[in-house]
């Protein structure tokens, strides 16, 4: 099978995720979608990238996550394109919280 992540079916899989409304939705649907493994692999990912985004060191990442050293490279190499799609989750989450704090 030829990997084309710019088929329909991708772009359809993208729609159907911007679809979802609240985290229980994300949860039941990707608990539909993905088999526990992948989304245990998925999820190891973007916690080492978060992990990685608060400046720990590969050794704390690993210890925390049982990533290998491979996978906590792979994912910050990703990070170091500022235009990367985890990266602007993080923008957008870091500012989220600070709404949050001022609006306390």
């Not at 030829?2 to 772009?11: G, R, Y």
């Not at 995720?17 to 245990?40: G, K, Q, S, Y």
């Not at 692999?41 to 290998?68: C, D, F, N, P």
């Amino acid at each position: 099978m030829k990997k084309d992540l710019t088929s329909e079916a991708v772009s359809r899989f993208y729609d159907a995720v911007l679809c979802l409304d609240t985290p229980e939705e994300c949860r039941m649907f990707f608990a539909d979608i993905c088999t526990p493994n992948e989304l245990l692999s998925i999820s190891q990912r973007y916690h080492v990238a978060a992990l990685l985004h608060e400046g720990k060191t590969y050794k704390e990442i690993s210890t925390i996550t049982q990533a290998s050293t491979t996978t906590i490279s792979r994912v910050n190499r990703l990070l170091q394109n500022s235009q990367s799609g985890i990266d602007i989750t993080f923008r957008r989450m870091d500012q989220r919280k600070r709404e949050e704090h001022n609006d306390d």
